[in-house]
């Protein structure tokens, strides 16, 4: 698996922010240009960390790089910052992390990775390589999931 990791300017946030993503890596039987150049779209898994946590908690506290390599999915683990990833226009300048993660974040995975946009269902239950935090993440995953089904 590929890590990538992301530090941009967000508009929703009116800050900085910091992403870490997974991506398939070379099947060792395909040639390089053959490989990036088919097009090919994989299905995405959003993991979201808990409060007090932050976006390298499923790195280092799961098997979450195994369960991708395993299952050939792009994993999108943002930084919410302890926001409860809801939008807080009275806090600071303004910090709308439900607006980032649907209408900055989500697009820029979408745009810039090979990212499929088909609407995956989750697993019904997910393995124990990622023990902590499901509950809350599913119930925002199948929300964001909704959301991204209706929006692009």
């Known amino acids: 698996m590929a890590l990538v990791h992301l530090n941009f300017q967000s508009k929703y946030l009116a800050g900085n922010t910091d992403v870490n993503l997974l991506l398939p890596d070379l ?3 395909e040639e390089p240009g053959a490989f990036y150049a088919s097009g090919k779209k ?3 898994l959003w993991l979201l960390h808990g409060t007090f946590g932050d976006y390298t ?3 280092r506290k799961s ?3 195994l369960y991708a390599c395993e299952k050939d999915l792009i994993v999108v683990m943002p930084s919410a910052q302890n926001t409860d990833y809801a ?3 009275g806090f600071g300048v303004g910090c709308k992390m439900w607006d980032y993660l649907t209408e900055e974040l ?3 995975v979408y745009g810039w990775f090979p990212a499929s946009k088909e609407k995956n269902p989750l697993p019904h239950r997910l393995p124990q390589a990622l023990p902590f935090q499901t509950d809350f993440c599913l119930t925002v995953l199948c929300v964001l999931s909704d ?3 209706r929006s692009y």
């Open 106 to 108: 989500m697009p820029l």
């Open 42 to 44: 994989f299905p995405v």
């Open 27 to 29: 099947p060792r039987t």
């Open 147 to 149: 959301k991204k089904s």
């Open 87 to 89: 939008n807080w226009d």
């Open 57 to 59: 908690d499923w790195l």
């Open 63 to 65: 098997n979450v790089e």
